[in-house]
C-alpha cells in the first residue's frame, strides 16, 4: 500500500497545505511518497523530505512542468500511479486544476475536497458548500483525492526521506504558460491566516472598504476577506472572497464587518475558532454563528477597536 | 467558432438545504430548482462571444430528468441556438458526465466547451478538466477573461494569489469563475421564442456510456450546529472578551 501526495510549491517555498496532505495521506495507510514538480522542485525538495512520515521524495524538473499545467502534470502522474493505491493533493487552485484530469485518465471518480479519512474506501465530504455533509464509499481501484487544508493538522518537520529524480514529461504543445500576476501583499495569505478580517457590503465603497478594514487587518497581523456581495460591488478583489464561491477559511479569529452572513458567506468561515461580528442590523443572520456579537455602526467601532487591540 | 456549453439543474442559490432525517441525502420536495449559476455565466459567455461575431452557433446540453429541459430552456432564452437533453432520473457523477458530454462533442465537433467551474450541489468541480482529459484537449479552468488570439484562446484564470494566463489551442474546454461576466435576465419576447427553438432528446445508452456510479452514499448529514454567542456592549467588552478567549 502506498500513496503519491502532490506537494503544493510557489517561488521556491513549500506550503503548508503539503503538510495537512501528508496527515490526510497518512491517515489512508500505507507508504507516502512526495511529488515536487516543477520550477524551483530542486530548492523545495529538501523542505519536503523534512516533513514527518514521508518515505522519499521524487522530484521532476523540466520547462514542460515550470508552471505545473494539468496537461503536464497529468502526464507525469498518470504512469506513476502504477506503483500507488491513491493519490492525494490540497484542494486549492493548483490541485483542483490537475487532479480531475489524472482522475479521468485513470477512470476513477475523484472524492473532492475531503475533511475526513474514515478508511481506505470510506470518506467524508462537505456537499451544498457545507451545509450537508456526506460519507461516501469509493469502489474505485485506485483514489484521487482533492484535501481541504483546514480539516487536517498539518504534519511535524522531523523527517528525513530520501530525494529521488524522476524524468519530466514530453513537451505538449496544446497549453501554454503565459504570464501571471499575483498579488503583492506583506498580509499573510488568506486560506492558511490564523486571523482573518473580513469586510462586506456595508462598508459602502472600495475607499471605504480600505480605510476601515486593513488597519485592523494590520494591526492584527491578520489576511483581508470580504463577502461575495462585496465583492460584487466592486469593493475588494475576487481573491479576497470567502464563502460557498470563493475560499473556505477556518481561522482562529475571524472578524466580519459589515457582513449580513448570506448562508453562501457562512459556508466559508463556520469552521472558525472564534468569530466576531460588528453589524448594524441586529436580526443579521451573522450573529447566529458568532461567538462575540456588537450591534453598532461599524465606521465607529472598527477604528475604536482598531486602536483598542 | 462552434460552443457547447452544458447546463446543470441543482436546488436554488437562495434555498437553504435540509438533510433528509434518515440521512439518504437533502430533500428535493418542492424546492426551488435553477440553472447552476457557474453555468449561466458560461452561458452568458457563449452568447457574448456569438453577439461579438466570434462565436457561430451556442449549442446547450443538460444531463438530467425531463424537468432539466427547462434548465436548457433558460439558456436558450438567454440566447443559445439549440439544445441537447440526455435524459436520466439517475444520479449521474462528475465522471460519468464528462464521459457522455465527450461523447457529444465526438458528435457536435465543438471548438470551444465551456462549463460552470464547479456545480453548487455535489461541489465536486471536476466535470470539465474530466471532459478535457477524455478528449486529450487543453483546459484553461477558473476563467476571469477569455480571450481569441488566432485560431488559439488566451485564457486568463482565477488562481490562489493572483492571475495566471495560459495559451490553449482549439478545440479546448474553458470552466468559468465568478468574475467573468455578469449574466442576463431573458427578456420575455427571448423567452417566447426559446419555446420554438430545437431541443433533441437522448438518453445515456443512445451514446453507449456505462453511468453506473461508482461511489456509495454511506449517508448525508447536517453539519455540527454552532453554539450561539453572547452579544458584547461595546468596543470595550469585545476587547475584554477576546483577550479573555486568548484571542489577541
Known sequence: MAVLVIAEHAHGALSDATHKVVTAASKFGGDVDVLVAGENAGSVAPAAAKISGVRKVLKAEGETLRKQTAEAMEALVVPMMAGYDAVFIAATTTGKNIAPRIAAKLDVMQLSEIIEVV??????RP????????TVKSADAKKVITVRGTAFPAAGNDGSASVEDVAAPAAQTKSEFVSEEMVKSDRPELAGA????SGGRALGSAEKFKEVIFPLADKLGAAVGASRAAVDAGYAPNDYQVGQTGKIVAPELYIAVGISGAIQHLAGMKDSKIIVAINKDEEAPIFQVADYGLVADLFVAVPELTKSV | MKVLVPVKRVIDYNVKVRVKPDQTGVDLANVKMSMNPFD???VEEAVRMKEAGTATEVVVVSIGPQQAQETIR???AMGADRGILIKTDAAVEPLAVAKLLAKVAAEEKPDLILTGKQAIDDDSNQTGQMLAALLDWPQGTFAYKIEKDGDALKVTREVDGGLQTVKLTTPAVVT????LNEPRYASLPNIMKAKKKEIAEKTPESYG???TPRLTVVKVTEPAARSGGVKVEDVAALVAKLKTAGAI
Do not use: H, P
Not at chain 1, 478508511?119 to 467524508?124: A, E, G, I, S
Not at chain 1, 490564523?194 to 478580517?197: A, G
Not at chain 2, 468559468?176 to 468574475?179: A, F, G, S
Open chain 2, 176 to 179: 468559468v469563475d465568478l468574475r
Open chain 2, 209 to 211: 456510456v456505462d453511468i
Open chain 1, 127 to 134: 456537499i451544498y458548500a457545507g451545509n450537508a455533509i456526506m
Open chain 1, 194 to 197: 490564523k486571523r482573518v478580517v
Open chain 2, 40 to 42: 449561466e455565466i458560461s
Open chain 1, 119 to 124: 478508511d481506505q474506501t470510506t470518506f467524508v
Open chain 2, 74 to 76: 433558460t439558456a436558450l
